[in-house]
């Protein structure tokens, strides 16, 4: 079965870029999508088709795509932006979901 | 303003089968472009996907779930069903519905979530 692979964690300083990789085999030649999780809270859609922001999602969410990794990037991190991120993709009639990573706002 | 929201037991015994609920609003079952997707998290592990239904009537299933899987919708009651017989207390979940964009499967995603629903599994 296919497998996304995340960091377990990600430390960032306020202001600074944090990037968050995604790791499948072919990945490049999927679509990636990225969810924002807070603590308790549903998981939102941040990143879909491997760049595109939804309505209402801050600029400073970037996504990209290529090779065998989907890269979440934030700049100018707020802490606001402390949570959990998982990427997802589909392979073979399933959704795959990433193994998730927690972002640390220091 | 598009919105779900789950309904259904809080707690079901092993064996048992659980039937969770999907209202929607703000969108119609019978759109081309959108369907439903039922998701699971277990308490502090990664997301899961399930089964998802379209207009059309497509549906599928995770395949290591399949055989106790089932989806169904009411587009008149804007609702969609899902069956997981014979639970276990490893199915303990926070289970959530969320709207499926996309005609193709490879370009679809998840938005927005419904606030999700903890099943508990236990005697």
């Known amino acids: 079965s296919y497998e996304l692979t995340q960091p377990p964690s990600v430390s960032v300083s306020p202001g600074q870029t944090a990037s968050i990789t995604c790791s499948g085999d072919k990945l490049g030649n999927k679509y990636a999508c990225w969810y924002q999780q807070k603590p308790g809270q549903s998981p939102v859609l941040v990143i879909y088709?491997?760049?595109k922001r939804p309505s209402g999602i801050p600029e400073r969410f970037s996504g990209s795509n290529s090779g065998n990794t989907a890269t979440l990037t934030i700049s100018g991190t707020q802490a606001m932006d402390e949570a959990d991120y998982y990427c997802q993709a589909w392979d073979s009639n399933t959704y795959v979901f990433g193994t998730g990573t927690k972002v640390t706002v220091l | 303003q598009v919105t779900l929201k789950e309904s259904g037991p809080v707690l079901v015994k092993p064996t048992e089968t659980l039937t969770l609920t999907c209202t929607v609003s703000g969108f119609s079952l019978s759109n081309a472009r959108m369907g439903v997707s039922w998701i699971r998290q277990p308490p502090g592990k990664a997301l899961e996907w399930l089964a998802h239904i379209f207009s059309n009537d497509e549906k599928s299933y995770s395949t290591s779930l399949k055989s106790r899987l089932t989806i169904s919708k009411d587009t008149s009651k804007s609702q969609v069903v899902l069956t997981m017989t014979n639970m276990d207390p490893v199915d303990t979940a926070t289970y959530y519905c969320?709207?499926?964009?996309?005609?193709?499967?490879?370009?679809?995603?998840?938005?927005?979530w419904g606030q999700g629903t903890l099943v508990t599994v236990s005697s």
């Open positions: 088709q491997d760049n």
């Open positions: 969320a709207r499926t964009v996309g005609i193709l499967w490879l370009e679809r995603w998840f938005d927005p």
